[in-house]
């Protein structure tokens, strides 16, 4: 941590120096090309008042103006059709026409110009500033960039002086800073087995809330291995639970199936019973296979976990509800129990609708098993909300917290009667967890349930 820190410094310190050194370089750079434009603009004023008082008796206005040119100054002088009259740096008559470059165009048009271009006469970089005088002529001025260069290049040893000293003292600043930083750190982590012995005046404020945090999750850690203990030996009772539930509830139809195959076998069943008994088999078989399912449902909402489920389709209720009706509407016909579908028709929530069809499904078949012949189940699709609500016998108040369980029933011999395999609710208790909804349950004996599944 110490190193991380220290480096950390020092990679600040550095950077901040290399931006310094390069902003400074580009506004002196860029402050000198100013300068520079400044200067010609304002020798070209000079030459051009000079070249109106020049006459022929001092050789005339062409011949004074190598007076005005140096080293690191061209002066051109070209006429008015674009030939060059006069070159500081050349013989004039073998220059090529000039009435195209982008500066004596603009003289033209304007009275004055500047371009910055590469120059094949120079083989440099050069910035050029022409002006239109007063006989037509343009007057043109040029300095290499180069000299502009030479001008920032005497400057980089005081800035890489300057990078230097910004670098060292980095360095020793992050050197200094990272062990104080650290040191209360280091006290922390020395003493993070017992927290309590760490002294709140000798840290970090930022670092007390941690501290006191450790110091609580360490007096909670203990309750925590209690609460877990106890919650392991809750899940150790309720898989026995259901491994005895279901062994129970799988020997009675298999007891069944065995007596019936058995008496066939020996031929103690009388020729017209075999048909009685072969039903009642194929009927044990059919509960069999339901409970099967249904604890095969169980097992995959209970392992996995959301991950391997697919909860991102947009799932219209409406539809799903109304198919859910369809495939229900022989059972409560040949039951005498009407079903009714009503809500809105433009409800959906994200989720899975294999899912939510089998939730609802569950719901509206226990509905309509305990439900007396002539009653109703109605289905109630709200805004993300689906509501069953039937006229059946109903739930006993001291019942209702434990009808999610599985293999719970509250009468048991009704149940069985019903073809129920015990764990229809507690499938859509799964189901509804998945999908993050919310069950609420309503119900008064004699008069009916209501079972509401609320999605957030």
Known sequence: MKNSIRFSLIYVGVLAALFAVYFTAQVFENEMSEQLKRDLRETAHLIE??????????????????????????????GSDGKVIYESDAEAGKMENHRNRPEIMDAYAKGFGENLRYSVTLNAKV?????????????????RQASLHESVSKTMPYLIALLTAVVVVSILIAIGLSRAFVRPVQRLADNLGQPELMDDEGIYKEIAPLVKTIRKQNRELQ??????????LKTAQMRDEFTANASHELKTPLTSISGYAELIENGMAKPEDVKL????????????????????????LDAPGESTLDLGETVKLWPLACSCVDELSFNADKKGVQVSL???????????????????????DNAIRYTEQGGSVQVLVKEKALVVRD?????????QPRIFERFYRVDKSRSKATGGTGLGLAIVKHIAEVHHAHISLKSVVGEGTEISVEFG
Do not use: C
């Open 49 to 78: 008042v000079s070249y109106g008082k020049m006459d022929s008796t001092d050789g005339g206005p062409i011949a004074n103006l190598s007076a005005f040119s140096s080293k690191n100054l061209r002066i051109t002088l070209v």
């Open 127 to 143: 910035y050029y500033f022409a002006k239109r005088l007063a006989d037509g002529n343009i007057l043109r001025l040029s300095r």
């Open 223 to 232: 309750l925590t291995v209690e609460q877990l203990s106890l919650e392991k």
């Open 277 to 300: 008994f072969a039903g009642k088999i194929h009927k044990e078989a059919n509960r069999l296979l339901s409970i099967a399912n249904d604890i095969m449902t169980l097992s995959k």
């Open 342 to 364: 009503k809500g809105e028709e433009s409800s959906q929530v994200q989720g899975n609708r294999r899912l939510l069809f089998e939730m609802l499904y569950n719901l509206v």
């Open 391 to 399: 006229t059946g016998i109903g739930i006993p108040e001291e019942n």
